[in-house]
């Protein structure tokens, strides 16, 4: 499996403010993903971090509000922007790594809360 | 899209006790994991089962794909166990894209 860190862990936002959450694998991966967890519910996909082209996002995400970045092949970051209480998640990044099939391993996630 | 679908939602058990969730699955499947959330929030991948029955120590899982199920058994249970555990589906073709069901919530009481 892969390493995967994922800063901050935890923070407390103001409404109106953007935050950037980075995520670091410690091992070249093609495919990473960002989730979201909203309190008491289950993983939701929110886009697929493509490695030099702009990411993929699912259906009721979009870029203006979550932006995201893949500069290389170890590295990328999802930012919320224009935050609200609604935000306050766990937001997860995900890779895919090749063992018996393809597994997802996802990083310890970072909890957002917005006041 | 996939539904998947689990069951029990909520279960509540005294230490020792064993147990088995249940993930029902709307479309075939090449790719099925199951999860332990602790309470941290950290996900743990417990297996990688798209078919057939593996088993770590206390924990085992069969999926039988043809009827598109999976079930997750935990035996002589522990506080430790305590956690959301949830069924992941997809596609190898869409490599590590997956669906998530709504997880069961597992309280073990000592």
């Known amino acids: 499996s892969a390493v995967i860190s994922q800063k901050p862990s935890r923070d407390i936002c103001q409404r109106g403010t953007s935050l950037t959450i980075q995520c670091q694998v410690d091992s070249q991966v093609t495919m990473m993903f960002w989730y979201r967890q909203q309190p008491g519910q289950s993983l939701t996909l929110i886009a697929t971090?493509?490695?030099?082209?702009?990411?993929?996002?699912e259906s009721g995400f979009v870029i203006d509000k979550f932006p995201i970045s893949r500069p290389n092949l170890t590295f990328s970051t999802l930012t919320v922007s224009n935050m609200s209480p609604e935000d306050s998640s766990i937001y997860l990044c995900?890779?895919?790594?090749?063992?018996?099939?393809?597994?997802?391993?996802f990083g310890q996630g970072t909890r957002l809360t917005v006041v | 899209g996939i539904q998947v679908e689990q069951s029990p939602p909520d279960l509540i058990l005294q230490e020792g006790a064993n147990s088995t969730l249940r993930c029902n699955f709307s479309d075939s499947v090449n790719n099925l994991q199951w999860f332990h959330q602790n309470p941290w929030g950290q996900l743990i991948n417990l297996f990688y089962?798209?078919?057939g029955t593996k088993q770590n120590g206390r924990l085992s899982a069969t999926t039988v794909a043809t009827e598109r199920y999976s079930l997750l058994y935990i035996s002589s249970s522990q506080t430790t166990d305590s956690g959301v555990y949830f069924c992941?589906?997809?596609?190898?073709?869409?490599?590590?894209?997956?669906?998530f069901g709504d997880g069961t919530t597992l309280t073990v009481k000592p």
């Open positions: 971090a493509n490695q030099g082209s702009e990411a993929t996002y």
């Open positions: 992941a589906v997809g596609f190898n073709t869409n490599a590590g894209k997956s669906t």
């Open positions: 089962i798209p078919s």
């Open positions: 995900s890779v895919a790594l090749y063992r018996e099939g393809t597994e997802a391993f």
